[in-house]
């Protein structure tokens, strides 16, 4: 999709974004979906219905005869896919169990198309509960833009997962996954995965979204605000006065240029209150001001344009003009330009999960990885952000990444893991899943660090970033883009971690003196190889590493700042269970020899990793 430049909005906005929807590499394309829909919803039924134009653009070579819309809202019904599923895994998520299957008529999700043509012309479509099938009536060439029109009317669930109304916590409206949504098509094909309860993917595009509801109900979401001064509700200019309006309702008019999802939440209680960044970033925050959550949600004013600007030197500079953290969900989710998250939290914990979701913009949100395929790729990245940036703006650590290191620990001796290239979907129990999206995927970045070295690594963010933003990357793309930051191969590493359950151990087997030298004799014990930073303490205090780079890394990776001095650097092949180092120092000046004291090497059993003197 060619963005419009005449379309406005945003001056600065469109500089950054521009000229990045379509995207040409042998077997890539991208897709591009605009959106415009009218909404009413009723308050008393929880009830609504809309109108949706979607002008769909196929950058592809392929000819299209069908296309699929998600319908998530079906997914909450008794019987239905997730409703089975979440009753039948031996670790159902807590927040859904059985509860799907107790719901009344009344209190169920459901969404469903009433009408639907494509350039005027009436199509089949076939509802298969949360997928929408639809047969064209006539074929979408490659480079050409159809456009269907369709209205649909939906039933708000009872908040259970993600969307729905009345949650624990009062929030009357949490409006995601909440309209029919064309699914993704790539250089794999169409992705119209059922709704179990993952996460996402999406086509990014342009959305256009007029909201009627209830005048006392304020809003917060995707999107810019068109109508500020007509709508108050703190969204108004400095001195403007809000006219009075007649009637019951107000129409809520956003746009949200290049995004993948339109999520809002409502609520006639929420307390809305902005923060202007000096980079021209607005920040809001919506709650609803009770005991438990007014001191810490004021605090959090403070913490979410730090986070958002620390994000930006670290990872790549934040492309919208708005982000909003709201109330609402059941945990921490995010979306586009926004993120729910429930409220009644300590401080740390409320600053912990925004900063979470924030970063999911980066990695979720903008590179936009088909979560489905590569959910470590988008959790896990996060959570390495998130954790590097709750150390810069709460409370300072020494080593942010322990809990992610923990967590990979933990599910390594499980017997549970399962390769990170399982479908998000189809992993057999929810722990394994969470424990490899979050835990492992965040220890992938970090001992990134380790293998290429920490300068490279971070270059390699940026460069990801600055070269993959609105192209869904996969996971080999993020593995070439620090190839060439770190000067090294790294399929080996790609193949072992993610594609293989394989763990890494290693040990010192034996120091023995030998003449005017010490051999020191390593030993790898695990089934994955890794380059080895050896590091000799001597009794004098000072220090010398011996770096074993992997023959197949083809190089090394260039000395790191504050590390000790290189005394020896040689290959070690994969296909060697041992290697022997002999150094030009007696036995009886070593006061200790360890592997990795900085401890980025996922080594799963560390008790081998050092000998003392």
Partial sequence: MFYNLNKPLLGLFLFVVSGTAVFSQTGRFQQAAD??????????????????????????????????????????????????????????????????????PDEIGYLHVNELTMDGMKVDYEEVETILEVTLPKPILPNSQAEFKMSFVGQVPIQIRRSGRDSSEGVRYSMSQWYPKMAEYDEQGWHSNPYIGREFYGIWGDFDVKITIDKTYTLGGTGYLQNPNEIGHGYEDAGVKVPKVDGN????????????????????????????????????????PDPETTENWEKLKEYTPKAIQFMSEHFGQYPYK?????????????????????????????????????????????LGTNEALYPWMDEGFTSYASNLTMSAIYQPSDNPMRGSYMGYYRLAKSGLEEPMSTHSDHYHTNSAYSSAAYSKGAVFMAQMGYIIGEEARDRGL???????????????????????????????????????????????????????????????????????????TYKDGTQEMVYLPLAIMRGEKAPEEGAPTRIISEDWPWTNLTKSIRIDKNKDMIKSIEIDPSKRLADVEQENNKVEF
């Fill in 35 to 104: 959106y415009k829909m009218e909404v009413d919803m009723n308050v008393t039924s929880n009830q609504y219905t809309g109108t949706q134009v979607l002008k769909y653009t196929n950058n592809s070579p392929d000819t299209l005869y069908k296309v699929f819309y998600h319908l998530y809202f079906n997914a909450f019904q008794p019987g239905s896919m997730m409703d089975e599923r979440s009753r039948s895994i031996s670790d159902p998520d807590r927040r859904v169990g059985d509860r799907i299957n107790a719901l009344k």
């Fill in 249 to 288: 309702t107000l129409t809520w008019h956003f746009k949200a240029p290049m995004v993948h999802d339109f999520m809002w939440a409502a609520d006639p209680k929420y307390r809305h209150e902005k923060v202007e960044m000096e980079n021209g970033i607005t920040v809001h925050h919506l709650f609803i």
């Fill in 322 to 366: 708005q982000f909003s953290v709201i109330q609402g969900g059941d945990g921490g989710m995010e979306y586009p330009m926004s993120t729910l998250v429930t409220g009644g939290r300590n401080l740390r914990g409320l600053v912990g999960v925004m900063a979470h979701e924030l970063a999911h913009s980066w990695y979720q949100g903008v």
């Fill in 462 to 536: 940026h460069r990801y970033w600055n070269t993959w933003k609105f192209k869904h990357p996969n996971a080999n793309d993020v593995i070439r883009v620090m190839e060439k930051e770190g000067g090294l191969e790294l399929d080996w590493y790609k193949e072992y971690f993610v594609y293989t359950t394989k763990t890494i151990d290693y040990g010192i087997k034996a120091v023995n003196q030998q003449g005017n030298q010490t051999e020191i004799i390593l030993e790898r014990i695990g089934l994955m190889p890794m380059p080895i930073d050896l590091v000799i």
